[in-house]
Structure formats: structure tokens, C-alpha cells
């Protein structure tokens, strides 16, 4: 089982021709709601390729947080452990586009709500898991209580950095593996990447959107290509990666082998709109590499 500790917010999607200035109105093409939120995306991801998972985040007592349940629900992911703030709406991001560039405002909500005393009541859901996946969208003191209690059960933590401004370099030691981007990466560490894998053998690897991503596994520099194609939306990228990434390991494929397979499932899950309308099924990762799509 996999169990994914993080956000869960709706995302308000407009569409437009210009951005409006301060202080004007202007009429916008499309809106959309989507279910979003990094915890939430990366359970989908994960899922949607057959893992157990299990999700463990905080909504508020509203619309979004009911909707966002339910399309976890319809993904096979366990929601028990998903809390409800009485003091705290969903949160949401409010995204607006026009043409290849976006402007987003996140509030978090009730994502900042979940507590270490929410962890402690998972306690158990913890324990039994084979890996806990963990973004930083959540309390910098709660992301310390979930891999302090993942560290005491021996259970495989998979963190993805993001946003970066909320890492702690305490938590290198306990941790399994780090997946930061190429800007988190730098603000994290500030040092050239190549030297920074090797300090970090098999444990930091680095995303760099098409071009793939690297790792050292203790004696050579890992380079697994991305694969080519035509994006549509980006939005889901990462979270596809991270989701991927704990599927193939928990799956005993070897690290080399893991990446590869998430760096396909990146792949196919920019070809649609939506981050997790994107996030492929196994047999669509399967069928990519065997270059037998239709």
C-alpha cells in the first residue's frame, strides 16, 4: 500500500484573452473547476496504475472538500483518513490563463488544518504502509511528525519538494528518496546539481521536465531521457512522476527501471487537459513503451 500525506484543493480554472489590469473588469472565455491539490494528485497518479492507496489530508465542511473526496473515492483510494476542518474552508488554487502563460493564487485552507495529532490518529495506516508519499503543500510540523513516525516504522518515504521554501535539510537523513525540479533543487541546496547527486547517492532524483531525469547511483551519473511529444497541459507533470515513481518501487523494479517508467507516465499525462484528467492507466504506460499505441 501506498499512502499519500498532503493537500487537497480545487482549482479555479479561467480562461481569457488578456490579463486584466489593477482595476479592471473584463470578461473571461472559460471556467472550469478541477480537482487538484499536489497529495491529491500524486494519489491519483498512483492509483490510476493499480497501487493500493490510501490519502490522508484535510477539507473543510463545504461543496469542495465533499467533491474532492468523491473523486478519490472513484478512484479506488481510501478517504477515511481525510479529516474535516470546522474552522477552515477547502482549499483552493485560482488559476488564470491566457495563451501559454498562467498567474495562480493558492489558499491553502484546510490544508494547513492537518496536524501531527491527525498523523498520530493514522498512526497504524502509517505503519502498514510500503511507502508514504509527501509534498510540503501541508504544516512544516506536520511533514516532520509523518516522517518522524515513518522513520520508527521502517516505512520508505518518497518526498517531492514543493514548494521548496518550506524544506528542511533535517529531513535528508530519514527520508528515502527526493524529487525536486531543477529551480527546487537550487534554491534548496544552491550548489551545481552533478556535485549534489553524488553527495546524495540514489536518493536525490532530479526532474528536468522533457529532458528527462537524473540520479548517481554511487559509481556513474544516471541520465533516463524523457520521451517526446506534443503537451497540451503540463499541469500534472510532476505529480505523475512522483506517483509513478512510488508505483514502479513499490513494485520491486529497480531505480533505474522506476524512473524510466515515470518519466513515460509524464509523458502521456501532458497529452490532456487537467492534472490528474491526464494521469495514465498501466496499460497506457505499458503500451508507450512497448510502442504499440494506437
Known amino acids: 500500500m501506498i499512502t499519500v500525506i498532503g493537500s487537497l484543493n480545487m482549482d479555479l480554472v479561467v480562461q481569457m484573452d488578456t490579463f ?37 489530508g484535510c477539507v473543510g465542511e463545504d461543496y469542495f ?22 474552522s477552515s474552508p477547502t482549499g483552493i488554487a485560482n488559476i488564470l490563463l491566457y495563451n501559454d502563460d498562467n498567474r495562480i493564487v493558492v489558499v491553502p485552507g ?32 506536520t511533514t516532520a511528525y509523518a516522517i518522524q513516525l515513518c522513520k520508527e516504522a521502517g516505512v520508505s518515504v518518497l518526498l517531492n519538494p514543493a514548494p521548496a521554501a518550506n524544506f528542511d535539510m533535517q529531513w535528508m537523513e530519514d527520508i528515502s528518496y527526493l ?31 522533457s529532458d528527462g531525469a537524473c540520479y548517481f547511483d554511487g559509481s556513474y551519473p544516471i541520465h533516463v531521457p524523457g520521451y517526446m511529444t506534443t503537451a497540451v497541459d503540463t499541469t500534472g507533470a510532476g505529480d505523475t512522476f512522483n506517483g509513478a515513481l512510488a508505483y514502479a518501487l513499490v513494485e520491486g523494479q529497480s531505480l533505474d527501471e522506476a524512473v524510466y517508467f515515470a518519466n513515460i507516465a509524464a509523458s502521456l499525462s501532458v497529452e490532456k487537459f487537467g492534472a490528474q484528467g491526464g494521469m495514465p492507466t498501466l496499460e497506457a504506460v505499458y503500451a508507450r513503451m512497448a510502442g504499440v499505441e494506437e
Open 65 to 86: 472538500g465533499k467533491a474532492l473526496q468523491a473523486t478519490l473515492q472513484q478512484q479506488q483510494i481510501q478517504t477515511d483518513a481525510i479529516v474535516t476542518s470546522t
Open 20 to 56: 486584466p489590469k489593477q482595476g479592471e473588469t473584463i470578461l473571461g472565455n472559460a471556467f472550469q473547476t478541477v480537482p487538484g491539490g499536489k497529495g491529491a494528485n500524486q494519489a491519483v497518479a498512483a492509483a490510476r496504475l493499480g497501487s493500493e492507496v490510501a490519502m490522508i
Open 110 to 141: 484546510a490544508n494547513y488544518a492537518l496536524s501531527p495529532s491527525h498523523l498520530e490518529a493514522s498512526k497504524e495506516l502509517i505503519q502498514k504502509s510500503q511507502m508514504v508519499i509527501i509534498q510540503l503543500e501541508i504544516p512544516k510540523e
Open 179 to 209: 524529487t525536486p525540479n531543477e529551480t527546487e533543487c537550487a534554491e534548496i541546496f544552491n550548489e551545481p546539481f552533478e556535485q549534489l547527486l553524488k553527495k546524495y547517492p540514489n536518493k536525490i532524483i532530479l526532474t528536468r521536465g
